[in-house]
């Protein structure tokens, strides 16, 4: 079945660091990718839809500048996290469909996410 | 906008029945996925529904009522594994066909 790889799995560091995230589609290309944020014991919610080639699409509410998101290649999105700070601590999680956008049916395949914890 | 709603937590006996409801608002409505999310993991697949109807898929069932806006998932024979937040996700007809997630229901089974 359809596969997305997410690294890193976890990631401590200071505050003001920088930190990239990766997310792969292993076994499908992916024209649109899908990032997610999630804090304790509340649901996903869509920071940003990530589209091949052009620009990303942001969720009301969600910095542009602060979350950078890069989707050079039909199978690699890039979420970086610039000069995080405390409060962007989660877990952050990209999900990927296989086909195009429009096809209903088909599920979001989810990475395994990445816990962030800025200190 | 979108809303989706279901309960924040439930809790059941192992070996019993437990139905998940989810209601929805949306523009644009193009399927309503079910998943589980186990404590620090990703989510998992369990249903996508687009028409009207029961969807059975071994101890999981998924139903649709798209004039109603309303949902719910069905687990039979429920088993200690079972225990997990069960999020209704509904899909819309964007130019990215986003996914947009309810709240979650957080299960708990007893023994």
């Known amino acids: 079945g359809a596969v997305v790889s997410q690294h890193p799995s976890w990631v401590i560091c200071k505050s003001g660091t920088s930190v990239k995230i990766e997310c792969r589609s292993l076994d499908f290309q992916a024209t649109t990718m899908f990032w997610y944020r999630q804090f304790p014991k509340q649901s996903l919610m869509l920071m940003a839809t990530s589209n091949e080639g052009s620009k990303a699409t942001y969720e009301q509410g969600v910095e542009k500048d602060k979350f950078l998101i890069n989707h050079a290649s039909l199978t690699l999105s890039t979420l970086t996290v610039t000069s995080a700070h405390p409060e962007d601590s989660s877990f952050y999680i990209c999900s990927a469909r296989p086909g195009q956008g429009g096809i209903g049916n088909q599920p979001q395949h989810f990475g395994d996410g990445t816990r962030l914890s800025i200190l | 906008g979108q809303n989706i709603d279901q309960p924040t937590e439930m809790t059941a006996t192992e070996g019993a029945i437990v139905q998940i409801n989810c209601t929805y608002q949306?523009?644009?409505?193009?399927?309503l996925f079910w998943y589980q999310q186990h404590a620090g993991e990703a989510p998992t697949f369990l249903s996508y529904n687009v028409l009207d109807g029961l969807e059975e898929k071994g101890r999981f069932s998924s139903f649709l009522s798209r004039s109603k806006g309303y949902s719910y998932l069905l687990l039979k024979e429920l088993q200690m594994k079972d225990s997990a937040s069960y999020l209704c996700?509904?899909?819309?007809?964007?130019?990215?066909?986003?996914?947009?997630f309810g709240s979650g229901t957080r299960l708990s089974i007893r023994p």
């Open positions: 949306t523009s644009g409505f193009n399927g």
């Open positions: 996700a509904v899909s819309t007809y964007s130019s990215a066909s986003k996914i947009i």
